[in-house]
């Protein structure tokens, strides 16, 4: 976990200088594009040029699954502890949701390090966690620049000397249109607040 007041506002900079930067490309999206593709300014899938494939091999834009709320994060395959322990947490997650509303979230988690997860890993680690497609997608960038959505979703990553990572966990809720309305560490029992953000997103897509 990233700890330490320089870590953090540097983390924080680095948020605020991604988000202005997002909020002038989406300005430029939204004045060129017809109203019935535009992405509201505010929505993380307004990162530019960003693909992804998950661990089935799907090839997919990012921007591509606006339309239903999720939960979006990020990890890394040779993760021991934090990484394993925030896709528990997601999977108990969802269950919780399902029991209570019977209706499901989907999750998202991309990895901050696309130089090792190769398809191979990601499928690893989807056996190892018995996660799949479409309901937990685990992915890596094929194109585009996963420090961006680091940065737009408040996480925090640095690689460390042995080939591992320094890094915070934060789980963001997306509305059907990309805007963050909620966000969690990830551990624990999940927030009887962040599962009333959960209900009500998935009540208001």
Same mark, same amino acid.
């Given at each position: 976990?990233?700890?330490?007041?320089?870590?953090?506002?540097?983390?924080?900079?680095? *948020?605020?200088?991604?988000?202005?930067?997002?909020?002038?490309?989406?300005?430029?999206? &939204?004045?060129?594009?017809?109203?019935?593709?535009? &992405?509201?300014? =505010?929505? %993380?899938?307004?990162?530019?040029?960003?693909?992804?494939? +998950?661990? @089935?091999?799907?090839?997919? =834009?990012?921007?591509?699954?606006?339309?239903?709320?999720?939960? &979006?994060?990020?990890?890394?395959?040779?993760? @021991?502890? #934090?990484?394993?322990?925030?896709?528990?947490?997601?999977?108990?997650? @969802?269950? %919780?949701?399902?029991?209570?509303?019977?209706?499901?979230?989907?999750?998202?988690?991309?990895?901050? +390090?696309?130089?090792?997860? =190769?398809?191979?890993?990601? *499928?690893?680690? #989807?056996?190892?966690?018995?996660?799949?497609?479409?309901?937990?997608?685990?992915?890596?960038?094929?194109?585009? =620049?996963?420090?961006?959505?680091?940065?737009?979703?408040?996480?925090?990553?640095?690689?460390?000397?042995?080939?591992?990572?320094?890094?915070?966990?934060?789980?963001?809720?997306?509305?059907?249109?990309?805007?963050?309305?909620?966000?969690? +560490?990830?551990?624990?029992?999940?927030?009887? #607040?962040?599962? *009333?953000?959960? +209900?009500?997103?998935?009540?208001?897509?």
């Amino acid at each position: 976990m990233c700890q330490g007041t320089e870590e953090e506002m540097m983390m924080m900079q680095r *948020r605020l200088t991604t988000l202005f930067a997002l909020a002038l490309l989406s300005f430029v999206a &939204v004045a060129s594009s017809p109203p019935s593709s535009r &992405v509201v300014a =505010d929505s %993380v899938y307004a990162i530019p040029m960003l693909t992804l494939r +998950d661990q @089935q091999g799907q090839l997919f =834009d990012f921007a591509s699954l606006r339309g239903k709320p999720r939960l &979006v994060g990020m990890f890394y395959g040779s993760c @021991q502890m #934090a990484c394993p322990l925030e896709i528990e947490y997601l999977k108990h997650l @969802q269950r %919780v949701v399902a029991a209570g509303s019977g209706k499901s979230i989907s999750v998202l988690l991309v990895s901050f +390090d696309p130089a090792r997860d =190769d398809l191979a890993m990601l *499928r690893k680690v #989807a056996g190892e966690h018995h996660v799949w497609p479409p309901a937990f997608r685990l992915a890596r960038t094929e194109r585009g =620049d996963e420090g961006m959505l680091a940065g737009v979703l408040g996480i925090a990553y640095r690689q460390l000397p042995g080939g591992g990572f320094s890094h915070n966990v934060r789980v963001s809720l997306l509305d059907a249109q990309g805007r963050i309305v909620a966000a969690t +560490d990830a551990s624990g029992r999940p927030a009887p #607040a962040f599962l *009333r953000s959960v +209900d009500e997103a998935l009540k208001n897509p």
